[in-house]
């Protein structure tokens, strides 16, 4: 297994660069199978999920090249089989190539995806999709066969504006009979990515990033290629670690309009900042003032930032709130931060935190991703060595994080353990 150790204390300055976005490079890569010609993506950040994720497409047998965040996939000995358990279990994208099997060959059988451990996270309203395109849904032990003979373009509703479920139908409709709405649609940058790489591959997809969006239905995709979007919740991450201790530190490469309902708590809180095109800089918050945050989907402030916020909540002067809205179990770090010095309560889906705290390092564990970034960066503020466990899940999803801190000044290092 691995872990973090931090001493903390250290001023943070100079460049971090943001790769592309975790959230879109998952999707991106499993929506290229719907094409049998040449598809490549640049700008794919080298985590773990990607990993799994070209284990699934090698597995599969597609034709897969990889190298420096440039991936070409060529699927045309492509084999439509059982994804493995333990392989679709890895991340919960895995779902997307649910869809696009069943958009290429009305045919899928898999098991129900993995992911975070931070709430229910069922797959309903995905099935709801496939079943209105007039597939049929069988589900036994964890497992779905879905079929269809003919895969017809209607409206679907969604109960809830989810991204999961809004790139599912995106791929199961793309190569389906005449055209498919879907309403009440996720608005996040990473549905207009993917509808990017699909409208580049000649689907024929419009009002990605609104709540309608229209997909004309298209017998044939060809060769295609995009590029990833910035990391936003991977910059917000970082945007938070210069508000905690940064001296001018600059996060680099990323659109700040994505980022957005974070900037305007930072401004709230009265922290100085400096936006570019392209860039944050940002220092150290002197009595911030407290703020309150409820997560919403886009362009509400992003429950994948709740926790790593949640750190520099302690900081500000005064009592915060902060509303998880979207999951049921996303306050696992609370008890560490607690542990660490922190003031924080839990109401039921509300947390109130109580600062300015004096952080103090000591052993804690990452439950789930963002769990894990809210305690490095609980680290890189705290007195002495913070060793966090368990940070398979923080490799998951933030590119190179170790040299990215190391480079701006961070005392932090990865090492094996038993
Ligand atoms: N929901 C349902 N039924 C469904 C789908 C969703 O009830 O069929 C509920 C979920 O239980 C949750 C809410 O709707 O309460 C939102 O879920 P959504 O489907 O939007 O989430 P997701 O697609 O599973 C993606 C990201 C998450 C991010 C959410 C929300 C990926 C691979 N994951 O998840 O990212 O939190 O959107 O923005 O894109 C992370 O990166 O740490 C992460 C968890």
Known sequence: ?????????????????????????????????????????????????????????????????????????????????????????????????????????????????????????????????????????????????????????????????????????MLTAVRAKGETIIENAAKEPEIVNVAMLLNSMGAKITGAGTSSIHIEGVNYLSKGYCEVIPDRIEAGTYIIAGALVGDKLKINNIIPEHVNSLLDKLFEMGCYLEITDNSVIISQAKNGLPVNVKTMGYPGFPTDLQQPLTTLLTQLNGKSSLEETIYENRFQNVKYLVDMGASIVIDNKKIYVTGPSNLVGKEVTATDLRAGACLVLAGLKADGETIIDNVEHVLRGYENIIGKLSDVGAKIELEEYN
């Open 1 to 169: 297994m691995k872990r973090i150790k931090i001493v903390g204390g250290n001023k943070l300055s100079g460049t971090i660069n943001i790769s592309g976005a975790k959230n879109s490079a998952v999707a991106l890569i499993p929506a290229a199978i719907l094409s049998d010609e040449e598809v490549v993506i640049e700008n794919v950040p080298n985590i773990s999920d990607i990993d799994a994720l070209e284990e699934i497409l090698l597995y599969l047998n597609a034709d897969v090249k990889r190298e420096n965040g440039k991936v070409r996939i060529n699927s045309s000995g492509i084999v439509n089989k059982e994804i493995p358990e333990t392989i679709a279990k890895k991340l919960r994208a895995s779902y997307y190539f649910m869809s696009s099997l069943l958009g290429k060959y009305k045919y899928v059988e898999m098991y129900f995806p993995g992911g975070c451990s931070i709430g229910a996270r069922p797959i309903d309203q995905t099935l709801k999709g496939y079943r209105a395109l007039g597939a049929k849904v069988v589900e036994e032990n964890d497992k779905f066969t879905i079929s269809a003979d003919e895969l017809i373009g209607t409206t679907v509703y969604l109960d809830m504006p989810s991204v999961g479920a809004t790139v599912n139908i």
